[in-house]
């Protein structure tokens, strides 16, 4: 694949769509990369339109209606409509694809979260992505209160924000683990700071990243 694959993860109100959003823009105003580079935008779950309606099953339908693995599987049907119709594609021809939430959702979630066995989601991340990982992942580290505050901020809740703390703690706690497992492929970056200082800490490990990746020197 000749594009790169940037994931940003965390806990429910951590900032991932509003630092997405200023990373996009930053990337497009970056004079030093190609201009006929696109820098795309797209989230699990809903990144198609079968995933969309995916999206609306698992997050507004009644909390007691889908069981944690029913729930598992649909987003692993979800994450192989986006990997094969969606990501593939554009990376193939050489897109920066900036991507809310991936596998290791999958894991804080299903895993840590509803207590899944971790196996059994490796195997089905497998399947699902066929072996696709991400360039980098970025950890939008933040208390759970903090998140969920933010996020309780707006007017409908949806299924999982609904889940009881214990069950958010348990996902932090997930993505704790796996940053520690994969320090290459995941940064941590405190996301209790301003949304400027977030994405200052970001484009900061971007400019890095961009000049291993495309040889390209920033000021
Ligand atoms: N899920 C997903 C699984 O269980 N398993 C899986 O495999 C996958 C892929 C997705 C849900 O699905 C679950 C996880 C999720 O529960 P979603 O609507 O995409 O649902 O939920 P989130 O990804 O959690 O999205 P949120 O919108 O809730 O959070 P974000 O995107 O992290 O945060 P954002 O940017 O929308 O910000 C939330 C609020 O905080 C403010 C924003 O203005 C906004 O009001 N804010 C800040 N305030 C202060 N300081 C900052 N630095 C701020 N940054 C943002």
């Not at 806990?11 to 970056?30: A, D």
Request: with cysteine.
């Amino acid at each position: 694949m000749s594009g790169k694959f940037i994931v940003f993860e965390g806990v429910e109100g951590s900032g991932k769509t509003t630092q997405i959003q200023q990373i996009q823009s930053w990337l497009q105003r970056c004079r030093l990369l190609d201009p006929a580079t696109r820098i795309v935008t797209t989230r699990e779950p809903g990144g198609t339109a079968l995933g969309q309606q995916l999206r609306q099953i698992l997050l507004q339908s009644t909390d007691d209606l889908i069981q944690d693995r029913t729930e598992l599987l649909l987003y692993a049907a979800d994450r192989a409509q986006h990997v094969e119709a969606y990501l593939k594609p554009l990376l193939a021809a050489g897109a920066i694809v900036l991507c809310d939430r991936y596998t290791d959702s999958t894991v804080a979630y299903q895993g840590y979260g509803r207590q899944l066995d971790q196996i059994l989601i490796e195997q089905l991340n497998q399947i699902a992505t066929g072996g696709l990982v991400s360039d980098l992942t970025f950890w939008l580290d933040v208390e759970v209160e903090l998140g969920l505050e933010r996020a309780q901020g707006r007017a409908a809740h949806d299924r999982i924000e609904r889940a009881d703390l214990s069950f958010h703690r348990r996902v932090q706690q997930g993505f704790t683990q796996l940053a520690a497992a994969h320090p290459q492929r995941i940064v941590r970056i405190d996301a209790s700071l301003s949304p400027e200082a977030v994405s200052q800490q970001i484009q900061q490990v971007l400019q890095a990243r961009l000049q291993d990746w495309y040889g390209i020197e920033f000021a």
